[in-house]
């Protein structure tokens, strides 16, 4: 960015990240839900696998909040195995020795996808808060046109977890011919009262950074290390059950004996969510925090469709597999009861598992067994009615 001073300081972003980038001029603007334009924009993806002739094998994964494309792989900001690690690869459940798996970072994200951290051409400056504010379903016509691109006519699955279930939903919602099956894991068909106040209070901390600017941060060679820290720390609490802190943390004090009467950090759940906070600043940018934070508040699918859920769903040949954990209490399974429940009043092909976790939401994260054996089930069977074969 040459309009950042070089004296900035630097997140630790290579120069050039791994992957593929589409890139769409200025005369092929996307029209946005606010009624902006943003145009020209770059989608950032990696695919794994290979597509088959017919094009019948494409996965699309969806990421949540925090993630981006780098789904299996050494990532290459953190150098940490990519964050589906469990879920995607050869022999696994998203099999890329069977599938064509695509992921794409989202729209106003910061790792490869224009964003508010990239330059406006119009001015020369990073676009900060000058970005247009964006919706799921804005990142979702950005993932239409790569599917475009890439010359497939309909997706085997599209699947994701928290945000990404937002993304399968609002997919399988808005272009059901383009999709033969849909599995939201650990979502919800609209963010809570509950949802939208974290998200607050993590963008309130944010904002309140004198080193933000007023979301200038960049021009002005500075970064909000303090207020992004904080937002992540209070929503990583949220990924969280009380049994998994408890069951890691307890009331286990920090490298001492006895507290210290003070304000550092004495217990070790303290340490940790310090430690959380500090290395997201180094991967995250801020202002998409601020976006992608309200992207997610901003969703509510039965609202696109007359104010009634199962709306959104009449007449799709899509078929669901929707997913919940029972220690997840930011996406509750009452959440994923209240779609299943639409999607049984149009008749629409839909199973329903609840797995038992106590590792809260942050579960279709993890390793878990009955998870995996879940998703492998499904995708199979619907690979043999769809007539795809392992290679």
């Not at 040459?2 to 630790?12: D, E, G, R, W």
């Not at 933000?212 to 609490?237: F, Q, T």
Request: charged share 20%; net charge neutral.
């Amino acid at each position: 960015m040459s309009a950042v001073s070089t004296n900035a300081p630097k997140i630790t972003w290579p120069a050039q990240l791994p992957g593929h980038r589409l890139t769409f001029d200025a005369d092929q603007p996307l029209r946005l839900d606010s009624g902006a334009e943003l145009g020209p924009f770059t989608i950032a993806y990696q695919t794994h696998g290979t597509l088959n002739a017919e094009r019948s094998n494409a996965i699309l994964v969806c990421h949540a909040l925090t993630g981006d494309q780098y789904v299996i792989g050494q990532h290459p900001v953190t150098g940490k195995p990519g964050w589906w690690q469990f879920m995607v690869g050869p022999g696994k459940p998203i099999d890329t020795d069977r599938y064509f798996v695509i992921s794409s970072n989202v729209l106003g994200g910061c790792l490869g996808t224009t964003g508010p951290k990239d330059v406006n051409p119009a001015t020369g400056r990073p676009y900060g808060t000058s970005f247009p504010v964006i919706t799921i379903a804005d990142m979702v016509r950005a993932q239409k046109l790569l599917i475009d691109h890439l010359g497939i006519e309909k997706l085997f699955c599209v699947t994701g977890g928290s945000m990404g279930a937002m993304q399968v939903l609002q997919w399988a919602a808005s272009y059901p011919e383009r999709v033969f099956a849909a599995v939201p894991i650990a979502g919800a068909a609209r963010h809570s009262a509950q949802n939208i106040a974290f998200h607050e209070v993590g963008r309130q901390a944010i904002m309140a950074d004198p080193d933000w600017c007023e979301g200038d941060y960049l021009v002005e060679s500075k970064i909000p290390r303090r207020g992004l820290a904080v937002a992540r720390m209070a929503a990583h609490i949220t990924y969280l059950s009380e049994t998994a802190l408890h069951r890691k943390f307890g009331r286990n004090l920090q490298n001492r004996q006895k507290v210290t009467y003070g304000f550092d950090a004495d217990f070790e759940v303290e340490s940790y969510l310090r430690h959380q906070g500090s290395t997201f600043v180094d991967r995250f940018d801020a202002n998409s925090y601020l976006y992608i934070t309200r992207a997610m508040d901003y969703f509510d699918l039965a609202v696109e469709f007359g104010g009634a859920l199962p709306n959104a769903f009449r007449g799709s040949k899509v078929r669901y597999c929707l997913i919940s954990f029972t220690g997840d209490w930011l996406f509750p399974t009452s959440e994923s009861r209240a779609i299943v429940h639409a999607l049984n009043a149009v008749a629409a092909n839909v199973s329903f598992v609840e797995i038992k976790s106590d590792k809260g939401h942050d579960a279709f994260l993890l390793d878990e067994p009955e998870f995996a054996k879940t998703l492998n089930g499904f995708l199979n069977g619907c690979a043999e009615h769809r007539g795809l074969t392992h290679r």
